[in-house]
């Protein structure tokens, strides 16, 4: 979801309070929902945000797909590729990436080399950013409540042996050894 935590696309009052980014129509009704409020919480836990970047960035996993098997965990749910809706990699591949492509760019190419001059302009990308993520989670929120069942066990234990279940299944979708998930699990 960023590349530093000084670059945090979650952070303080604007990844809290989900009252700060305006709803639009199509997903809107979902933008605020349980996934995004697990999300935004896991994602600000100490260890959290360095190893889902990791995974990101050096093994080309999709963070919001594992925050996703990991609330499916803690609701008691296990994760299929049928959580993902058909459309989610197309989001992801024209939205996302693009922006974030364009904030690391900012961020290196203008602030760091022509000053500050450019930072607020970065910071609105950053927010921009944030919002195409929170849209690929309503979508994955929106095809997990379709595809799943509604009956939630909260079980700690089970929510943990759940987790490791669920990122495991992930992992063989993506080509991701299980070791790989071992510091995003050590920091939950």
Not at 4 to 20: E, L, R, W, Y
Not at 93 to 115: A, C, F, N, S, Y
């Amino acid at each position: 979801m960023a590349d530093s935590k000084s670059d945090s696309i979650i952070d303080g009052h604007f990844a809290t309070n989900p009252a700060v980014i305006p709803l639009e129509s199509g997903l809107a009704e979902h933008l605020d929902n349980a996934l995004w409020q697990y999300a935004c919480q896991v994602y600000s836990q100490v260890g959290v945000e360095a190893a889902l970047l990791n995974l990101q960035d050096e093994h080309g996993v999709d963070i919001n797909v594992i925050l996703q098997a990991l609330w499916l965990a803690y609701e008691g749910i296990e994760w299929t590729l049928a959580c993902i809706p058909d459309d989610y990699d197309k989001w992801v591949k024209e939205q996302v990436i693009p922006i974030r492509t364009m904030r690391r760019r900012l961020k290196t190419d203008w602030v760091g080399l022509h000053g500050e001059g450019y930072e607020d302009f970065r910071q609105q990308v950053k927010k921009l950013e944030l919002k195409a993520e929170q849209y690929a989670l309503a979508m994955l929120f929106v095809q997990s409540e379709a595809k799943t069942n509604r009956f939630r066990e909260k079980d700690k234990k089970g929510s943990a042996f759940l987790a490791e279940k669920n990122l495991k299944q992930l992992g063989e979708n993506m080509n991701i050894l299980p070791k790989y998930f071992e510091l995003l699990i050590a920091a939950l």
